[in-house]
């Protein structure tokens, strides 16, 4: 038996763990220990006294974020698995098989069942992003645990200064905890890109569109495509090598623009200057409704993929109306016989919440619409059967009449 902090939990408080739901929520707890501190490891414990879980506490409406349903020491051993795991997983499935592709995610959370922690690989650098205090003060041993199983892993970058509530002596900041390079170019199924893990959304990039940048390649041959929300350019860059006629990248960032020119110049240089013939790819630092109100109505494959318009449910009406909104913008300006991908990323969002905004959309603007395929997050993101709130990333491509 461990010798943590023991949690007691209300009587019949206990049914969600039964099922090896990964959260505790404050409501739930009957007593606290009074020497208790945030991020410590627990044990937690029906009402009756017996064991029914460990994991990492926090203030906070999820109290505990479980780490393990047995009665077991969460040691350098407990990390050194967990990881293993999750590299097996990604290696067997192929998802990191350099060089044509060395970008991965390694760890998502409750997918693989190390609550509150992101870790992203590209290249031989690690991304390790904390969003519990738990996993804050975790880092060191989780950073020491990942460079002993996975080999390929040289460096790991810390960056969890936009995550973390939290302040004090033991504040997030933003570092490397081993290694150290300036070198960020990965490789994602062939193509370059610059990862900007300083500075960048999230860990840099977002893994998770990686097969659905595919299906952008294979559909955009003689199309003109417009991508809304760019940010570092990848559903670009992916339809110019899928033979697009055009390519122009739309987000409200200059610094996104500038990250998404040099990445389409890392892979086309000669298309993405207009001083040159085949120059094919423009990019605009503009707000993605504005652009759409005023841009012509000459593209027949339009991306939206916006940044989460619901972080929380007291934001769920808000969103439901911006998703609508923004999708019967696109669907009057897509030329008949076009294409839409449209996404949400929003997790208060469900799959029939965003297919009835995408459905008012095109009810208002008048156009026949078809779902040619439903779209979703990666294996390297994967979902706890046993926490479906895992699954966040909605998506539809649409043929519009």
């Not at 099922?19 to 991020?39: Q, T, V």
């Not at 067997?92 to 693989?112: A, F, M, T, W």
């Not at 799959?351 to 009810?363: D, E, K, T, W």
């Amino acid at each position: 038996m461990s010798t943590y902090n023991t949690l007691s939990l209300r009587r019949g408080k206990t049914e969600s763990l039964k099922r090896f739901h990964p959260w505790i929520f404050s409501g739930a707890i009957e007593r606290l220990p009074s020497n208790i501190k945030e991020g410590e490891i627990v044990r937690v414990c029906d009402h009756g006294g017996n064991y029914v879980a460990t994991g990492h506490y926090q203030r906070g409406s999820i109290a505990v974020r479980i780490l393990s349903f047995k009665d077991i020491e969460i040691n350098h051993e407990f990390w050194q698995q967990r990881l293993r795991e999750a590299w097996f997983i990604r290696q067997s499935l192929g998802l990191y098989n350099p060089p044509l592709n060395d970008v991965c995610r390694l760890i998502h959370g409750e997918g693989d069942c190390l609550p509150g922690l992101i870790i992203d690989i590209f290249s031989e650098t690690a991304v390790v992003q904390a969003h519990s205090i738990g996993m804050h003060l975790s880092r060191a041993e989780i950073a020491k645990a990942l460079t002993e199983v996975c080999p390929v892993v040289k460096h790991v970058f810390y960056k969890s200064e936009a995550t973390m509530p939290f302040s004090g002596d033991d504040a997030p900041h933003d570092d490397f905890l081993i290694g150290g390079t300036s070198h960020n170019l990965a490789t994602e199924n062939g193509l370059k890109f610059q990862i900007d893990w300083l500075k960048g959304q999230k860990t840099g990039f977002f893994v998770d569109q990686r097969e659905n940048r595919s299906l952008i390649e294979k559909l955009s041959k003689g199309r003109n495509v417009l991508n809304m929300f760019c940010y570092t350019g990848g559903f670009s860059v992916y339809a110019l090598r899928g033979g697009a006629n055009l390519v122009h990248s739309v987000d409200s960032s200059a610094k996104a623009i500038d990250l998404a020119q040099r990445n389409v110049e890392l892979n086309f240089p000669e298309e993405s200057s207009p001083n040159t013939a085949g120059h094919r790819h423009t990019a605009y630092a503009e707000d993605a409704f504005r652009f759409l109100h005023h841009s012509p109505a000459d593209y027949d494959l339009i991306v939206l993929d916006p940044p989460a318009f619901a972080k929380h449910r007291g934001a769920l009406h808000n969103a439901i109306k911006g998703y609508t909104r923004l999708n019967a913008l696109a669907f009057e300006k897509v030329k008949p016989g076009g294409i839409i991908f449209t996404f949400s990323c929003s997790q208060a969002v469900s799959n029939q919440q965003f297919r009835l905004a995408v459905f008012s959309a095109a009810a208002r603007v008048g156009r026949h619409v078809r779902i040619l395929h439903q779209l979703h997050q990666p294996a390297d993101h994967p979902i706890n059967i046993y926490h479906p709130e895992g699954e966040y990333l909605k998506g539809l491509v649409l043929y519009v009449e």
